[in-house]
């Protein structure tokens, strides 16, 4: 097997956004702008605009293991599921020593602990009352290992921490694993249940960095002058890969070929994005998939909404695709705030169908364009219909100066 | 508390635990794992619920005393009188 050479395919989806719970309702919403991005209310900090996910949590699992388990396990053992049944494939397909899952966490564990301390907080801070569930729901590997444990699998399982690059960091961990050939099928992506962190909410707000508005479906407005951050949102999304002669001798539908990715650190700065080395990641990402940027069809962004962040990746943008005017750009976190750990995977997956649809999802709650976010072919408040659509290409950047981008290629 | 009492108790830990336990046909006598979906985890439940609810701090030895509901009552009888 010539390792650089093996074509990696996904041949399932399965996802929980804040307005689907599954793909065909993700799309059909996504295309319309249709927001259901909500105001949550929460211990201590009060209230604020969130995304929260509506799907059939017992549907692959006891409620008992739901609670015992955590909010995370519950999103990916729902999605892993259903990313098999999308991919028409049984678990027993492949030797169950031969699956893997890599799970993209932005952060776990705090959600958990928040709960605890409040939970002893009822008991005069008595640690006798501290809950002997809290150290298998916070280890790094729980949402993973959950899903292994719901599925059976017995190969490897494990998170990658990568801030909010973490779901394409995990996506790139399973090609990479299928061409080194230590697995044969990955299950991989991204989950958060951040919304269940009053801390989060608070760090963003003690930054400036946390959407508002009077109506929460806009209060994530990337690109728009009157935008003030970013809306948190809970979500998962988890890929069904395969190598392409297995996925094909198997029949499968195949939704896409990741062609190229690619990962670098700004070595900057803990929380402002570097518009220097997303662009060189961009490139790094193009060069491998042996693409030019006139090449790229749909470049979803990762702008989240605030002030700086969507400044500098509109200059890395203009840097590396300047002169295309050919490549549409979206956002998707306008409608369905930021998934966090989930928010790459969970955005690429919901523009896949446009190989077939031809379509561009719109950047929604876009009233006040900022001029300083302008670049060519931007698709603001309504689709755009192509006439083909073959590559598509995701950004997601994360604190602590991680960058993260990947390439799929629609197959001929 | 009565043993009547303490037994629905221990039914009510397990149904917040298991909602979906079924009680009909459960023997008093037997091992309440042999014929629930409960494990060593759901039973530190147990132990963390009669402490938050009774202040009860049970040491780990006696937790096989909680194996069966019968021996349950037993246990907790005198733990429980003045409950």
Redesign the interface.
Known sequence: MNIHNTRIVITGVGLAAPNADNLAEFRAKLLAGTSEITEIDLRYFGKAPAGICTFPETKYR???EN??GTRAGCLGVYCANEALADANLSIDHYDRDRISVYVGLTEHGTVETENEVYNISQ?DYNV??W???HNPRTVLNNPAGEITMNLGITGPHYAIGAACAAGNASLIQGVQMLRLGEVDMALAGGISESTGSFGIFASFQAQGALGSHDDPRKACRPFDLSRDGIVVSEGACLYVLERLEDALERGAEIYAEIVGYAMNSDARDFVLPYDKRQAECMELALERAGLQAGDIDILNTHATGTKQGDIEECKAIRKVFGSSTTTHINNTKSIIGHAMGAAGVLELAGNLPAFTDKLVHPTINVTDFDPECELPNMVLNDPVQLDSVDTILNNSFGMVGINSVVIVKKMS | MTRDAINDLILEIIEDIDEDADFDSLEADKPLRDQLDLDSMDFLDIVMELRKRHKLQIPEEDYPELATLDSCVNYLEPLLADA
């Open positions: 006891k409620k008992k609670k015992r008991y006798d009352y809950t002997h569930h």
